[in-house]
């Protein structure tokens, strides 16, 4: 596999969490560098554990990965964007400064499931996977970091419901998934 190729999947799979991350900026409303990078660094390393993962379990499990995984990640984004349309309404002025480590590592698990079925296809073409894990792990690093850059830009105007917009957000990449699994988009 050339190098631009294996480019263009790490970005084609940072996309997810470029676009949670935009969410969990507007959410955050502050750069704050400590809740960059665990945020970042919990999204890069699900991206890369699930590629690694799906090379792993190779052609003996893909049937099954594939036939569910797009509804895992809808039901995730959606819950996760409908907790916090509900946060959104309620009538505190209080900034969240941090978001839990559970909901950062469901959002990193439901950005990655499309990682695995990557990852399996590696193993088809029998690619060596330790190449592409460290670009997929780094380009959603620095995809994420602009994310949750762009995002407390937006999450500082105070006219914007930034709770809202976030779960909004969610919930489209959730419908996004859902739409291009099955309709083989």
């Known amino acids: 596999m050339n190098f631009l190729t294996l480019l263009m999947i790490a970005i084609g799979l940072s996309m997810d969490s470029f676009s949670v991350s935009i969410s969990s900026g507007i959410f955050l409303k502050k750069f704050q560098l400590g809740e960059v990078l665990k945020i970042s660094i919990i999204l890069a390393l699900f991206q890369g554990l699930f590629t690694a993962t799906g090379w792993i379990l190779g052609i003996k499990f893909s049937d099954l990965i594939s036939s569910i995984d797009h509804w895992i990640a809808f039901v995730l984004l959606v819950y996760l964007g409908i907790k916090m349309i509900h946060e959104s309404f309620k009538n505190e002025e209080s900034e969240i400064s941090s978001l839990s480590n559970k909901k950062v590592f469901l959002l990193g698990f439901a950005t990655s499931i499309d990682a695995l079925a990557v990852g399996i ?65």
């Open 121 to 185: 296809s590696f193993a088809f073409l029998q690619t060596p996977i330790i190449i592409p894990t460290v670009a997929i792990t780094a380009t959603t690093l620095i995809f994420s970091i602009f994310g949750l850059y762009i995002g407390t830009k937006f999450g500082n105007i105070k006219w914007l419901n930034i709770e809202l917009i976030g779960g909004l957000i969610l919930i489209a990449i959730g419908v996004k998934i859902l739409i291009e699994h099955l309709f083989n988009l």
